[in-house]
């Protein structure tokens, strides 16, 4: 069954707001602040943990380890892996992103 636009689009918040987890780690890889994702924080919960499937597994993939029901904390230096997976996520979304493109964005991407 291929997916719709509304779930695409879900699909593509919440990969964009793992990207922006991670990448705030990556930017400021000291500031203890981004290293804990909570997932009980309403835009958090709503946007990422909402969706079904294996969210809690791909954080951990990422290198996060699940501390107690509700925080993910990126521990340690493994910076090589979550940039891979960043490159990964980008990948695995990149033909929903280019669908939902605006024909100026499309230019840009090219």
């Known amino acids: 069954m291929a997916a719709n636009s509304a779930d695409e ?5 919440a990969v964009d707001l793992l990207l922006k987890l ?3 780690i990556v930017k400021s890889p000291t500031e203890a602040k981004f290293r804990t ?10 946007t990422l ?3 079904k499937g294996g969210i809690p597994d791909l954080v951990e993939a990422l290198g ?16 090589k892996v979550l940039k891979k997976g960043q ?12 669908k939902y493109m605006t024909p100026e964005e ?3 991407w090219q």
Do not use: C, Q, W
């Open 87 to 98: 490159a990964m996520l980008e990948k695995a979304v990149e033909s929903i992103r280019v």
């Open 22 to 24: 991670t990448g705030n």
């Open 106 to 108: 499309k230019v840009k």
């Open 49 to 51: 943990f909402s969706l």
């Open 64 to 79: 996060f380890s699940r501390v107690d029901e509700e925080h993910f904390v990126f521990v340690g230096d493994y910076f």
């Open 37 to 46: 994702i909570r997932s009980t924080i309403p835009k958090i919960k709503s």
């Open 9 to 13: 689009k879900k699909l593509l918040a």
